[in-house]
């Protein structure tokens, strides 16, 4: 070497490698399975810096924020509904966006990465507003004086139009950047994929999932009700 170098004010032997088209995670753990069987002699230890280093410190403050928003959007829905089983029924959703984001992923050959950890949220936005959709009508006919099931069901037929509208534009819009076509976006097609495939699927299992969720917790809500003492 024509140089020394530090890190951590202690002396390093750097070994540098250029990736193309292998994600880090991958690379990472071929690198790890490599390493297993290695024996260093005492004092010296194995660091990983570089591209692996800032993507998990950057995975742990999406963690977090993805976390911090969930119970943000728990007690924001618990203000609005006035109870705290209905947005039981409403972020319900949220596990069968992943499903679809997961497919999403497959299908566009990508990998877990940065982008797709941000598109997470971006969807989770985005179908949890299906949810809201769909609860606020059943309440708004309940308070009307109308049947449970008769209220669950037209929330699904009069809420299906204006739901499937917002997830196809906004997955179409997703398409640009999906297809890497958008100049300057081309890193950002993992975040469209999981974006248009969790829209997709988790839109069609909301209107399946939301409105049985609230009819049961409705339902026992009601016969808790009717068992208390007068």
Not at 3 to 10: E, F, M, R, S, V
Not at 125 to 154: H, S, T, W
Not at 206 to 211: E, G, K, Q, R, S
């Amino acid at each position: 070497p024509t140089a020394q170098t530090h890190q951590y004010l202690q002396p390093t032997i750097d070994v540098l490698a250029w990736r193309q088209n292998v994600a880090v995670s991958a690379l990472h753990g071929e690198v790890s399975k490599a390493l297993a069987g290695l024996s260093l002699p005492h004092g010296y230890t194995v660091h990983y810096e570089g591209s692996y280093k800032q993507m998990a410190e950057s995975g742990g403050r999406l963690l977090k924020s993805f976390a911090l928003g969930l119970i943000l959007l728990y007690l924001m829905l618990i203000v609005t509904f006035r109870s705290f089983f209905d947005p039981v029924a409403i972020m319900a959703c949220l596990p069968l966006a992943l499903i679809g984001a997961a497919f999403g992923l497959i299908l566009g050959g990508k990998f877990l990465s940065m982008p797709a950890q941000m598109g997470l949220i971006l969807l989770m936005g985005i179908i949890v507003n299906n949810g809201i959709l769909l609860v606020d009508f059943a309440k708004q006919a309940l308070r009307e004086g109308a049947p449970l099931r008769q209220a669950v069901l037209d929330s699904v037929s009069k809420r299906t139009r204006p739901i499937l509208m917002t997830a196809t534009a906004s997955a179409v819009g997703m398409i640009p950047i999906a297809m890497e076509s958008a100049v300057g976006l081309e890193r950002m097609s993992p975040l469209a994929f999981v974006a248009i495939g969790g829209l997709i699927v988790g839109t069609f299992l909301t209107l399946l999932a939301v409105p049985v969720l609230f009819y049961s917790i409705e339902s026992l809500r009601r016969r808790r009700g009717e068992q208390k003492p007068s």
